[in-house]
């Protein structure tokens, strides 16, 4: 099974990015994290993105807030598809991050999921993965189903305590 890569601008993305590490967990696709910065070290981004290929990697997870870069910095190397993750910031509460990730130039497409969406970042990386993979295809229907499951018993709480 191919790896994600789980890149943050700063350690400071860390407890929003562990949403995303724990959703491969839970779908038991093998990742790395590492902190990168678009604007700190341009050569290291360079370098991890046009190598993450023949590194055993299959998609990357790029989180990072304020201009937000990391996302069109990776992807502008590589040819493996990149998530971005907005990451909330105290100037917009995260609307520069989106803004900067969403509004990519034409030819260096960057999915986006929404501020501090690391979690659907990890799904969204496992249904990317599960196109070559079909135990992760299972995964995700099971996954669907436990969600709707809970719905239901949420739904059934909620009529017992209306009628």
């Known amino acids: 099974m191919k790896k994600v890569a ?10 929003v990015m562990m949403d995303a590490v724990e959703k491969l967990k839970h779908f038991g696709i ?17 370098q991890f ?8 990697f299959g998609v990357i ?7 937000a870069h990391l996302g069109g910095v990776l992807a502008a190397y590589t040819t493996l598809p990149v998530i971005g993750v907005p ?10 991050s989106l803004l900067s990730i969403v509004q990519m130039p034409s030819g260096i497409p960057v999915a986006t ?11 969204l990386a496992a249904q990317m993965l ?9 995964k995700l229907s099971a996954f669907k189903e436990d969600m709707a499951q809970s ?5 059934a709480k909620i009529q017992s305590k209306v009628y």
């Open 61 to 67: 997870i790029a989180g990072a807030g304020k201009a």
């Open 30 to 46: 093998p990742y790395e994290v590492h902190v990168i910065s678009a604007h700190r070290t341009p050569a290291a981004a360079e």
């Open 113 to 123: 999921v929404g501020v501090n969406g690391a979690a659907n970042a990890g799904i």
């Open 87 to 96: 990451i909330k910031t105290s100037m917009m509460g995260g609307l520069d």
């Open 130 to 138: 599960s196109l070559e993979d079909p135990s992760l295809v299972e």
């Open 6 to 15: 789980v890149i943050m601008g700063s350690d400071s993305d860390l407890s």
């Open 151 to 155: 719905v239901a018993k949420k739904d």
């Open 49 to 56: 993105a046009s190598s993450a290929a023949d590194n055993g």
